[in-house]
């Protein structure tokens, strides 16, 4: 038998003026690492870095499930509310209110996908309360290619959906256990709340007209893009690019969408430099 | 198609309770494929006179060829990957294709050239 150094806990923290509970993942001791998963999953996906020895050697690393999602409940009283929403303001004001609740001083913040966004987000608002933001799969802003609402209706199974959307943004050379152990993680989601995170990431969560004012200076910004991902292309992180002075770009080969789970051998090599250059900074 | 789907009872097992007959285009040539119960029961290629089908996906003979590339190319290995980049319709009945999408995307995986 083996039992991970992975500790998980409740914590109960007021967003928006309600209580939560809000379950999440730490393993390590040092400077404060936040991690944000992808939008209709959970914190599961970062299995391999609060795994890493070397990593948690010298960071505190914290990865929390979303109100909605993974272990973490609705607030009481969602039956009676309309469908489940993430904004701009709802998840900047999540992540920081999690960042203070749990004691995570000037934490690095890491996040994939909707979490890669929100990291641009998070450049221009809190730049001061953060060592450094590390984005995978960031661009400023995704044209809807596809029609979420065929992931919340009731002729449609959702998780063989949400499934079926993931898998295909993974990368053909990534191993299929992993593979299927992320595809899992989104066959499990509730209803509508994939659909409800991608409101932010493909209509309401645009910055592209914003990013240009990031300082690199007050807060570094790291960006590492998987070669096959469709969705947050390496052509998108590069626009990024183009218009945030001083942020470091790297495209991950061979790695799709979900490069921390889909594949976490091959992208923890992407991120132990990453991680070093912030240690010794 | 028929012979690699039906051998693979990872890829059935997502069809289970698929019973429909949709259109493949490629290019220029349609081929018509009914499944029951997951397995691919007849591959018809056109051209067709007023048969009817629950849905269609086409893309030109020359993007499928990259989606059958193995491994294929960044940006062609999946059927939203060509969404995304305009490269294949999807037609008829949205509803039904989105139901089993899971399966569809593994019997489109597995033409493959292995």
């Known amino acids: ?281 | 198609m028929a012979e690699r789907v039906n051998a693979d009872p990872a890829i059935v097992r997502w069809g289970r309770r698929m019973n429909e007959t949709f259109m493949v285009e490629v290019g220029e040539t349609q081929y018509l494929i009914t499944v029951v119960a997951g397995r691919i029961e007849k591959v018809e290629r056109g051209p067709f006179v007023m048969r009817s089908w629950r849905f269609a996906i086409r893309a030109s003979a020359e993007h499928w060829e990259k989606f059958w590339r193995d491994p294929p190319p960044p940006g062609w290995h999946d059927l939203f990957a060509l969404l995304r980049r305009g490269e294949v319709a999807f037609e008829g009945d949205q509803r039904v294709l989105m139901s089993h999408l899971l399966y569809l995307k593994l019997v489109f995986a597995s033409l493959r050239a292995k």
């Open chain 1, 1 to 281: 038998m083996r039992i991970e150094p992975i500790i998980g806990r409740y914590a109960h923290i007021e967003l928006e003026g309600r209580e939560h509970r809000v379950y999440f993942e730490e393993a390590g001791e040092g400077i404060p690492l936040l991690c944000l998963h992808t939008a209709g999953s959970d914190a599961r996906q970062y299995r391999a870095v609060l795994n890493d020895a070397e990593i948690t050697r010298r960071f505190r690393v914290v990865a929390f499930d979303m109100p909605w999602h993974g272990k973490s409940s609705p607030p009481a009283g969602w039956d009676k509310e309309e469908d489940y929403r993430l904004t701009t303001e709802r998840y900047t004001g999540m992540i920081m209110s999690v960042a203070r609740a749990l004691g995570l001083e000037r934490p690095v913040v890491m996040g994939c996908s909707i979490g890669g966004r929100i990291v641009l987000e998070l450049a221009l608002k809190h730049a001061r309360e953060l060592r450094a933001l590390i984005g995978l799969q960031s661009g400023a802003f995704v044209e809807r290619y596809y029609d979420p609402a065929w992931l919340d209706h009731p002729e449609v199974h959702g998780g063989r959906a949400c499934g079926a959307v993931a898998y295909g943004l993974m990368s053909p050379l990534s191993p299929p256990s992993e593979v299927w152990e992320t595809v899992w993680h989104y066959m499990q989601g509730g209803p509508g709340v994939f659909t409800g995170d991608l409101h932010f990431y493909q209509l309401e969560g645009d910055v592209r007209e914003r990013i240009g004012a990031i300082d690199t200076s007050v807060c570094p910004l790291y960006l590492l893009t998987g070669e096959y991902d469709y969705s947050a292309s390496p052509r998108d992180t590069q626009a990024v690019m183009d218009r945030v002075q001083g942020a470091k770009f790297s495209i991950m080969k061979g790695l799709g969408h979900f490069p921390m789970s889909e594949n976490p051998e091959a992208f923890l090599d992407y991120l132990r430099p990453v991680l070093q250059e912030i240690h010794e900074s």
